[in-house]
Protein backbone atom coordinates (compact mmCIF):
# COMPACT_ATOMS: atom_id res chain seq x y z
CA UNK A 1 0.00 0.00 0.00
CA UNK A 2 1.30 3.15 -0.94
CA UNK A 3 2.51 5.81 2.37
CA UNK A 4 0.19 8.64 2.50
CA UNK A 5 1.12 9.39 6.13
CA UNK A 6 2.10 13.07 6.48
CA UNK A 7 5.37 13.88 8.76
CA UNK A 8 3.55 16.68 10.44
CA UNK A 9 0.01 16.66 12.54
CA UNK A 10 -1.04 20.17 11.34
CA UNK A 11 -3.30 19.69 8.24
CA UNK A 12 -3.62 21.61 5.19
CA UNK A 13 -6.12 22.95 2.79
CA UNK A 14 -5.87 24.05 -0.95
CA UNK A 15 -8.13 26.01 -2.56
CA UNK A 16 -8.79 24.79 -5.95
CA UNK A 17 -9.47 27.52 -8.81
CA UNK A 18 -8.25 27.57 -12.84
CA UNK A 19 -4.71 26.92 -12.03
CA UNK A 20 -5.44 23.93 -9.95
CA UNK A 21 -8.20 21.90 -11.85
CA UNK A 22 -6.78 19.00 -13.77
CA UNK A 23 -6.58 15.25 -12.79
CA UNK A 24 -2.35 15.80 -12.57
CA UNK A 25 -2.19 19.16 -10.56
CA UNK A 26 -5.26 17.62 -8.26
CA UNK A 27 -2.98 14.38 -7.59
CA UNK A 28 -0.35 16.54 -7.16
CA UNK A 29 -0.89 18.81 -4.69
CA UNK A 30 -2.53 15.45 -2.82
CA UNK A 31 0.75 13.86 -3.03
CA UNK A 32 2.39 17.16 -1.89
CA UNK A 33 0.41 17.38 1.53
CA UNK A 34 -3.11 18.35 1.10
CA UNK A 35 -5.30 17.23 3.26
CA UNK A 36 -8.53 19.37 2.53
CA UNK A 37 -9.61 20.64 -0.72
CA UNK A 38 -11.76 23.97 -0.75
CA UNK A 39 -14.37 25.32 -3.63
CA UNK A 40 -14.48 28.89 -3.16
CA UNK A 41 -17.94 29.56 -4.53
CA UNK A 42 -17.24 33.46 -4.81
CA UNK A 43 -15.98 32.37 -8.11
CA UNK A 44 -16.40 29.96 -11.16
CA UNK A 45 -20.00 28.09 -11.70
CA UNK A 46 -21.37 25.15 -9.88
CA UNK A 47 -20.24 23.22 -13.04
CA UNK A 48 -16.93 24.25 -12.53
CA UNK A 49 -17.01 22.99 -8.80
CA UNK A 50 -18.66 19.90 -9.56
CA UNK A 51 -15.90 18.84 -12.03
CA UNK A 52 -13.22 19.78 -9.43
CA UNK A 53 -15.38 17.27 -6.59
CA UNK A 54 -15.02 14.59 -9.18
CA UNK A 55 -11.71 14.77 -9.57
CA UNK A 56 -11.44 14.52 -6.02
CA UNK A 57 -13.64 11.75 -5.66
CA UNK A 58 -11.86 10.57 -8.54
CA UNK A 59 -7.99 10.27 -6.58
CA UNK A 60 -9.76 9.30 -3.33
CA UNK A 61 -10.73 5.84 -4.35
CA UNK A 62 -7.66 5.63 -6.57
CA UNK A 63 -5.22 6.25 -3.15
CA UNK A 64 -7.99 4.72 -1.00
CA UNK A 65 -7.64 7.46 1.28
CA UNK A 66 -10.09 9.73 2.26
CA UNK A 67 -10.27 13.48 1.37
CA UNK A 68 -12.31 16.13 3.03
CA UNK A 69 -13.71 18.79 0.94
CA UNK A 70 -15.61 21.89 1.57
CA UNK A 71 -17.76 25.04 -0.03
CA UNK A 72 -16.87 28.54 0.78
CA UNK A 73 -20.48 30.45 0.34
CA UNK A 74 -20.17 33.85 -0.88
CA UNK A 75 -21.86 35.63 1.89
CA UNK A 76 -23.03 39.28 1.47
CA UNK A 77 -20.64 41.70 -0.99
CA UNK A 78 -21.12 45.36 0.04
CA UNK A 79 -19.75 47.30 -2.40
CA UNK A 80 -20.35 50.86 -3.82
CA UNK A 81 -21.88 51.75 -6.98
CA UNK A 82 -20.61 53.74 -9.58
CA UNK A 83 -19.02 57.12 -10.66
CA UNK A 84 -19.44 59.15 -13.61
CA UNK A 85 -15.73 59.20 -14.54
CA UNK A 86 -15.52 55.99 -12.76
CA UNK A 87 -13.47 56.98 -9.97
CA UNK A 88 -13.01 60.54 -8.02
CA UNK A 89 -9.16 62.02 -6.36
CA UNK A 90 -10.33 62.49 -2.57
CA UNK A 91 -8.39 64.81 0.23
CA UNK A 92 -9.03 64.21 3.81
CA UNK A 93 -11.27 66.29 5.13
CA UNK A 94 -13.46 66.25 2.65
CA UNK A 95 -17.53 65.62 2.83
CA UNK A 96 -18.83 62.77 0.39
CA UNK A 97 -22.74 61.65 1.08
CA UNK A 98 -23.56 57.93 0.74
CA UNK A 99 -26.92 57.76 -0.36
CA UNK A 100 -29.94 55.40 -2.16
CA UNK A 101 -30.07 57.66 -5.26
CA UNK A 102 -28.99 55.01 -8.07
CA UNK A 103 -27.44 57.92 -10.31
CA UNK A 104 -23.50 57.58 -10.95
CA UNK A 105 -21.40 59.62 -8.37
CA UNK A 106 -19.25 62.65 -7.93
CA UNK A 107 -17.02 64.04 -5.80
CA UNK A 108 -19.85 65.42 -3.68
CA UNK A 109 -22.07 61.72 -3.95
CA UNK A 110 -22.02 58.13 -4.28
CA UNK A 111 -24.97 55.62 -4.54
CA UNK A 112 -24.51 53.17 -1.36
CA UNK A 113 -26.79 50.15 -2.40
CA UNK A 114 -27.50 48.69 1.21
CA UNK A 115 -30.33 50.61 2.51
CA UNK A 116 -29.22 48.18 5.92
CA UNK A 117 -25.89 49.65 5.47
CA UNK A 118 -27.77 53.61 5.81
CA UNK A 119 -30.09 52.05 8.13
CA UNK A 120 -27.80 51.39 10.59
CA UNK A 121 -24.96 53.79 10.55
CA UNK A 122 -25.03 56.53 13.06
CA UNK A 123 -23.48 59.76 13.67
CA UNK A 124 -19.52 58.84 14.47
CA UNK A 125 -19.57 55.29 12.62
CA UNK A 126 -16.16 54.78 10.71
CA UNK A 127 -17.03 53.24 7.10
CA UNK A 128 -13.94 51.40 5.36
CA UNK A 129 -13.30 51.50 1.31
CA UNK A 130 -11.69 49.16 -0.76
CA UNK A 131 -9.69 47.18 1.88
CA UNK A 132 -9.41 50.27 4.37
CA UNK A 133 -7.72 52.22 1.78
CA UNK A 134 -10.24 54.98 2.20
CA UNK A 135 -11.88 55.64 5.59
CA UNK A 136 -14.69 57.90 6.33
CA UNK A 137 -16.41 59.40 9.27
CA UNK A 138 -20.27 59.69 9.28
CA UNK A 139 -20.90 63.47 10.29
CA UNK A 140 -24.54 63.88 10.04
CA UNK A 141 -27.51 60.99 9.13
CA UNK A 142 -29.98 61.41 7.09
CA UNK A 143 -33.49 59.31 5.96
CA UNK A 144 -31.84 57.68 3.18
CA UNK A 145 -28.42 58.89 3.46
CA UNK A 146 -25.56 59.89 5.52
CA UNK A 147 -22.87 62.63 5.07
CA UNK A 148 -18.85 61.28 5.98
CA UNK A 149 -16.24 63.28 6.36
CA UNK A 150 -12.87 61.67 4.75
CA UNK A 151 -10.49 60.61 7.01
CA UNK A 152 -8.01 59.36 4.90
CA UNK A 153 -7.61 58.43 0.98
CA UNK A 154 -6.40 59.76 -2.43
CA UNK A 155 -8.85 58.44 -4.68
CA UNK A 156 -11.90 56.32 -4.70
CA UNK A 157 -13.37 54.17 -7.65
CA UNK A 158 -16.43 52.27 -8.67
CA UNK A 159 -17.81 49.05 -6.54
CA UNK A 160 -15.42 49.17 -4.12
CA UNK A 161 -16.05 46.93 -1.30
CA UNK A 162 -17.55 48.73 1.94
CA UNK A 163 -16.58 47.52 5.64
CA UNK A 164 -18.49 48.68 8.58
CA UNK A 165 -16.24 48.22 12.18
CA UNK A 166 -18.58 47.94 15.20
CA UNK A 167 -21.87 47.81 13.11
CA UNK A 168 -23.75 45.04 13.44
CA UNK A 169 -25.97 45.00 10.22
CA UNK A 170 -29.69 43.51 10.55
CA UNK A 171 -28.70 41.03 7.24
CA UNK A 172 -28.46 37.18 6.88
CA UNK A 173 -25.37 35.68 6.70
CA UNK A 174 -26.84 33.66 3.37
CA UNK A 175 -27.84 35.49 0.42
CA UNK A 176 -30.10 34.25 -2.25
CA UNK A 177 -27.13 33.34 -3.96
CA UNK A 178 -25.47 31.92 -0.89
CA UNK A 179 -29.11 30.20 -0.72
CA UNK A 180 -28.70 28.73 -4.19
CA UNK A 181 -24.86 27.53 -3.77
CA UNK A 182 -25.87 25.97 -0.87
CA UNK A 183 -27.99 23.67 -2.25
CA UNK A 184 -26.13 22.62 -5.00
CA UNK A 185 -22.85 21.92 -3.17
CA UNK A 186 -25.00 20.19 -0.60
CA UNK A 187 -26.21 17.73 -3.60
CA UNK A 188 -22.70 17.75 -4.69
CA UNK A 189 -21.82 16.07 -1.51
CA UNK A 190 -19.45 18.21 -0.08
CA UNK A 191 -18.49 17.19 3.32
CA UNK A 192 -18.49 20.72 5.24
CA UNK A 193 -20.27 24.50 4.16
CA UNK A 194 -18.34 26.75 5.00
CA UNK A 195 -20.23 30.31 6.39
CA UNK A 196 -19.33 33.84 5.28
CA UNK A 197 -20.01 37.12 7.05
CA UNK A 198 -21.28 35.47 10.42
CA UNK A 199 -22.17 38.26 12.59
CA UNK A 200 -23.98 36.56 15.68
CA UNK A 201 -25.07 32.63 17.29
CA UNK A 202 -28.13 33.16 15.07
CA UNK A 203 -26.48 33.06 11.56
CA UNK A 204 -25.23 29.61 12.24
CA UNK A 205 -28.74 27.93 13.60
CA UNK A 206 -30.39 29.89 10.28
CA UNK A 207 -27.45 27.84 8.74
CA UNK A 208 -27.80 24.80 10.58
CA UNK A 209 -31.98 24.64 10.06
CA UNK A 210 -31.31 24.53 5.27
CA UNK A 211 -28.37 22.37 5.83
CA UNK A 212 -29.54 19.66 8.73
CA UNK A 213 -27.24 16.56 8.76
CA UNK A 214 -26.05 16.93 5.44
CA UNK A 215 -22.79 18.78 5.97
CA UNK A 216 -20.82 19.89 8.71
CA UNK A 217 -20.51 23.99 9.10
CA UNK A 218 -17.71 26.11 9.39
CA UNK A 219 -18.12 29.73 10.62
CA UNK A 220 -15.95 31.79 9.14
CA UNK A 221 -14.22 34.18 11.89
CA UNK A 222 -13.98 37.67 10.30
CA UNK A 223 -16.52 40.01 11.47
CA UNK A 224 -15.80 42.29 15.17
CA UNK A 225 -19.14 41.10 16.22
CA UNK A 226 -18.59 37.35 15.77
CA UNK A 227 -15.48 38.08 18.10
CA UNK A 228 -18.19 39.75 20.87
CA UNK A 229 -20.02 36.34 20.35
CA UNK A 230 -17.34 33.64 19.89
CA UNK A 231 -17.54 31.15 22.95
CA UNK A 232 -21.08 31.05 22.08
CA UNK A 233 -20.53 31.09 18.14
CA UNK A 234 -17.91 28.09 18.65
CA UNK A 235 -20.32 25.93 21.36
CA UNK A 236 -22.84 25.96 17.91
CA UNK A 237 -20.64 25.03 14.67
CA UNK A 238 -18.92 22.34 14.02
CA UNK A 239 -15.16 24.05 13.32
CA UNK A 240 -13.99 27.65 12.82
CA UNK A 241 -11.80 29.30 9.89
CA UNK A 242 -10.28 32.48 10.87
CA UNK A 243 -10.17 34.58 7.66
CA UNK A 244 -7.92 37.00 8.77
CA UNK A 245 -7.61 39.18 5.78
CA UNK A 246 -11.85 40.80 6.31
CA UNK A 247 -10.99 40.66 9.68
CA UNK A 248 -7.97 42.65 9.72
CA UNK A 249 -9.86 45.14 7.50
CA UNK A 250 -12.28 46.10 10.37
CA UNK A 251 -10.05 46.03 13.09
CA UNK A 252 -6.43 47.00 14.09
CA UNK A 253 -3.96 44.67 12.62
CA UNK A 254 -2.35 45.21 16.04
CA UNK A 255 -5.43 43.19 17.50
CA UNK A 256 -5.06 39.94 14.95
CA UNK A 257 -2.38 37.90 16.35
CA UNK A 258 -4.17 38.08 20.11
CA UNK A 259 -7.26 37.56 18.47
CA UNK A 260 -5.80 34.66 16.56
CA UNK A 261 -4.60 33.06 20.01
CA UNK A 262 -8.19 33.60 21.55
CA UNK A 263 -9.93 31.89 18.42
CA UNK A 264 -7.57 28.87 18.74
CA UNK A 265 -7.75 28.27 22.31
CA UNK A 266 -11.19 28.68 22.08
CA UNK A 267 -11.58 25.46 19.52
CA UNK A 268 -9.14 23.69 21.45
CA UNK A 269 -11.00 23.74 24.84
CA UNK A 270 -14.73 22.67 22.80
CA UNK A 271 -12.78 20.01 20.83
CA UNK A 272 -13.69 21.60 17.33
CA UNK A 273 -10.92 21.90 14.62
CA UNK A 274 -9.72 25.53 13.34
CA UNK A 275 -8.19 26.82 10.24
CA UNK A 276 -5.87 29.93 10.12
CA UNK A 277 -6.41 31.28 6.85
CA UNK A 278 -6.02 34.55 4.84
CA UNK A 279 -2.12 35.98 3.20
CA UNK A 280 -0.69 32.90 4.61
CA UNK A 281 2.07 32.86 1.40
CA UNK A 282 0.33 35.54 -0.39
CA UNK A 283 3.88 36.30 -2.13
CA UNK A 284 4.20 32.78 -3.55
CA UNK A 285 0.94 33.58 -5.88
CA UNK A 286 4.39 35.07 -8.36
CA UNK A 287 6.87 33.89 -6.15
CA UNK A 288 8.61 30.19 -6.12
CA UNK A 289 9.51 31.23 -2.65
CA UNK A 290 8.32 33.09 0.52
CA UNK A 291 9.00 36.11 2.62
CA UNK A 292 10.50 35.28 5.82
CA UNK A 293 7.95 37.07 7.04
CA UNK A 294 5.36 34.59 6.47
CA UNK A 295 6.96 31.41 7.12
CA UNK A 296 6.97 32.99 10.60
CA UNK A 297 3.79 33.37 10.17
CA UNK A 298 2.97 30.41 9.19
CA UNK A 299 4.91 28.84 12.12
CA UNK A 300 3.00 30.85 14.54
CA UNK A 301 -0.44 29.68 13.53
CA UNK A 302 1.45 26.27 14.18
CA UNK A 303 3.00 26.92 17.29
CA UNK A 304 -0.66 28.30 18.49
CA UNK A 305 -1.81 24.97 17.93
CA UNK A 306 -3.68 25.25 14.84
CA UNK A 307 -5.47 22.33 13.04
CA UNK A 308 -5.31 23.72 9.83
CA UNK A 309 -3.30 26.11 8.09
CA UNK A 310 -5.11 27.04 4.61
CA UNK A 311 -3.80 28.20 0.78
CA UNK A 312 -5.92 30.47 -1.24
CA UNK A 313 -4.98 32.14 -4.40
CA UNK A 314 -1.71 30.52 -3.91
CA UNK A 315 -2.84 27.13 -5.16
CA UNK A 316 -6.40 28.20 -6.77
CA UNK A 317 -4.68 31.25 -9.25
CA UNK A 318 -1.28 31.23 -8.66
CA UNK A 319 2.01 30.40 -10.56
CA UNK A 320 3.43 28.09 -7.68
CA UNK A 321 0.90 26.21 -6.50
CA UNK A 322 2.83 23.18 -5.83
CA UNK A 323 5.70 24.82 -4.22
CA UNK A 324 3.60 26.53 -1.98
CA UNK A 325 2.28 23.14 -0.94
CA UNK A 326 5.76 21.97 -0.33
CA UNK A 327 6.55 25.05 1.59
CA UNK A 328 3.67 25.00 4.26
CA UNK A 329 4.36 21.07 4.78
CA UNK A 330 8.18 21.92 5.58
CA UNK A 331 7.28 24.78 8.00
CA UNK A 332 4.69 22.38 9.53
CA UNK A 333 6.88 19.11 9.93
CA UNK A 334 10.24 21.66 11.32
CA UNK A 335 7.79 23.25 13.91
CA UNK A 336 6.40 19.98 15.00
CA UNK A 337 10.07 18.39 15.56
CA UNK A 338 10.60 21.44 18.11
CA UNK A 339 11.03 21.00 21.28
CA UNK A 340 9.17 23.95 22.52
CA UNK A 341 6.03 23.10 20.54
CA UNK A 342 5.73 20.13 22.42
CA UNK A 343 6.22 22.13 25.60
CA UNK A 344 3.43 24.67 24.47
CA UNK A 345 1.02 21.54 23.31
CA UNK A 346 1.27 20.39 26.77
CA UNK A 347 1.41 23.45 28.54
CA UNK A 348 -2.52 23.65 28.63
CA UNK A 349 -4.88 20.53 28.35
CA UNK A 350 -8.53 21.07 28.59
CA UNK A 351 -10.27 19.19 31.64
CA UNK A 352 -12.13 16.08 30.44
CA UNK A 353 -16.30 16.47 30.70
CA UNK A 354 -16.88 14.45 34.16
CA UNK A 355 -17.86 10.80 32.01
CA UNK A 356 -16.44 8.13 31.60
CA UNK A 357 -15.90 8.53 27.61
CA UNK A 358 -14.14 12.10 28.22
CA UNK A 359 -12.02 10.20 31.13
CA UNK A 360 -11.24 7.00 28.58
CA UNK A 361 -10.34 9.64 26.27
CA UNK A 362 -8.23 12.31 27.81
CA UNK A 363 -6.55 9.10 29.60
CA UNK A 364 -5.19 7.60 26.19
CA UNK A 365 -2.68 10.48 25.52
CA UNK A 366 -1.19 9.86 28.96
CA UNK A 367 -0.83 6.74 28.58
CA UNK A 368 0.64 6.73 25.10
CA UNK A 369 3.25 8.71 26.01
CA UNK A 370 3.77 6.31 29.15
CA UNK A 371 4.15 3.42 27.05
CA UNK A 372 5.79 5.18 24.06
CA UNK A 373 2.95 4.04 22.07
CA UNK A 374 3.03 4.32 17.89
CA UNK A 375 -0.38 5.75 17.90
CA UNK A 376 -3.63 6.34 19.68
CA UNK A 377 -6.33 4.15 18.03
CA UNK A 378 -10.02 5.16 18.18
CA UNK A 379 -12.86 3.45 16.47
CA UNK A 380 -15.72 5.68 16.05
CA UNK A 381 -19.06 6.19 14.66
CA UNK A 382 -19.60 9.89 14.74
CA UNK A 383 -15.94 11.11 15.03
CA UNK A 384 -17.02 12.57 18.29
CA UNK A 385 -14.40 10.27 20.15
CA UNK A 386 -11.62 11.28 18.02
CA UNK A 387 -12.03 14.86 18.13
CA UNK A 388 -11.87 14.64 22.11
CA UNK A 389 -8.95 12.73 21.80
CA UNK A 390 -7.53 15.64 19.48
CA UNK A 391 -8.12 18.17 21.83
CA UNK A 392 -5.30 16.99 23.68
CA UNK A 393 -3.01 17.21 21.25
CA UNK A 394 -1.18 13.77 22.05
CA UNK A 395 2.44 13.56 20.79
CA UNK A 396 1.38 10.27 18.88
CA UNK A 397 -0.70 10.06 15.13
CA UNK A 398 -4.47 9.10 16.11
CA UNK A 399 -5.34 5.95 14.06
CA UNK A 400 -9.67 6.81 13.84
CA UNK A 401 -11.30 3.51 12.14
CA UNK A 402 -14.67 4.04 11.02
CA UNK A 403 -17.30 2.83 9.00
CA UNK A 404 -18.96 5.58 7.32
CA UNK A 405 -16.63 7.40 4.58
CA UNK A 406 -18.61 10.84 5.26
CA UNK A 407 -16.79 10.59 8.97
CA UNK A 408 -13.46 9.98 7.96
CA UNK A 409 -13.19 12.34 4.88
CA UNK A 410 -14.71 15.08 8.18
CA UNK A 411 -11.69 13.97 10.39
CA UNK A 412 -9.45 14.68 7.33
CA UNK A 413 -9.33 18.71 9.07
CA UNK A 414 -8.58 17.60 12.23
CA UNK A 415 -4.67 18.03 14.02
CA UNK A 416 -2.67 14.85 13.98
CA UNK A 417 -6.01 12.69 13.35
CA UNK A 418 -5.45 9.55 10.82
CA UNK A 419 -8.46 8.27 9.19
CA UNK A 420 -9.42 4.89 7.72
CA UNK A 421 -12.21 3.48 6.63
CA UNK A 422 -12.89 0.01 7.48
CA UNK A 423 -15.80 -2.57 8.12
CA UNK A 424 -16.68 -2.52 11.57
CA UNK A 425 -16.22 -5.29 14.16
CA UNK A 426 -18.37 -7.44 15.43
CA UNK A 427 -16.77 -7.96 19.02
CA UNK A 428 -13.49 -6.87 21.03
CA UNK A 429 -11.40 -9.16 19.90
CA UNK A 430 -11.58 -9.01 16.29
CA UNK A 431 -11.45 -4.85 17.09
CA UNK A 432 -8.01 -5.17 18.64
CA UNK A 433 -6.65 -7.32 15.44
CA UNK A 434 -7.96 -4.71 13.04
CA UNK A 435 -6.46 -2.13 15.01
CA UNK A 436 -2.99 -3.68 14.42
CA UNK A 437 -3.60 -4.47 10.79
CA UNK A 438 -4.06 -1.29 10.21
CA UNK A 439 -1.66 0.40 11.84
CA UNK A 440 0.55 -2.16 10.08
CA UNK A 441 -0.56 -1.87 6.85
CA UNK A 442 -0.58 2.08 6.73
CA UNK A 443 2.69 2.38 8.06
CA UNK A 444 1.32 3.93 11.54
CA UNK A 445 3.46 1.27 13.43
CA UNK A 446 6.04 -1.27 12.72
CA UNK A 447 6.10 -4.99 14.21
CA UNK A 448 6.27 -4.68 18.08
CA UNK A 449 5.76 -1.54 18.90
CA UNK A 450 2.22 -0.79 21.02
CA UNK A 451 -0.96 0.67 20.15
CA UNK A 452 -3.52 2.77 22.74
CA UNK A 453 -6.73 1.01 21.96
CA UNK A 454 -10.01 3.41 23.14
CA UNK A 455 -13.28 1.92 22.08
CA UNK A 456 -17.19 1.63 23.13
CA UNK A 457 -18.79 -1.57 24.12
CA UNK A 458 -21.65 -1.59 23.23
CA UNK A 459 -20.37 -1.34 19.42
CA UNK A 460 -21.80 1.28 17.47
CA UNK A 461 -23.14 3.49 19.95
CA UNK A 462 -21.97 7.02 19.64
CA UNK A 463 -20.49 8.61 22.57
CA UNK A 464 -20.31 5.26 24.79
CA UNK A 465 -16.43 4.92 25.00
CA UNK A 466 -15.27 3.18 27.75
CA UNK A 467 -12.55 0.64 27.13
CA UNK A 468 -8.98 1.68 27.02
CA UNK A 469 -6.77 -1.19 26.03
CA UNK A 470 -2.80 -1.29 25.03
CA UNK A 471 -2.10 -3.44 22.25
CA UNK A 472 1.51 -4.52 21.02
CA UNK A 473 1.53 -5.20 16.76
CA UNK A 474 2.36 -8.50 15.46
Known amino acids: MPNFKRNRKTKIVATLGPASSTPAMVRSLFESGVDVFRLNFSHGSHEDHQKRLMLIRDLEKETGRPIGVFADLQGPKLRLGTFKNGEINIDKGMHITLDSNPAAGDEKRVYLPHPEILEALQVGSDILLDDGKVHLHVIKKGKDSVETEVVAGKKLMDRKGVNLPNVLLKVSSLTAKDRIDLEAALKMGVDWIALSFVQRPEDVTEARQLIGDRAKIIVKIEKPSAIESLEKIVSITDAVMLARGDLGVEIPAERVPSIQKRVVRACRLAGKPVIIATQMLESMISSPRPTRAEASDVATA ?102 YMVVARRLQLSYGVYPVHTADVDNFGDMVNKACKVALEHQIAAKGQKLVITAGVPFGTSGSTNILRIAVVE
Open 302 to 403: IYDGTDAVMLSAETASGEYPLEAVSIMDKIAADVEKDTLYRKIMDAEHPDPEKNSSDAITAAASGVAATVSAAAIVNYTTSGSTTLRTVRERPSVAILCLTE
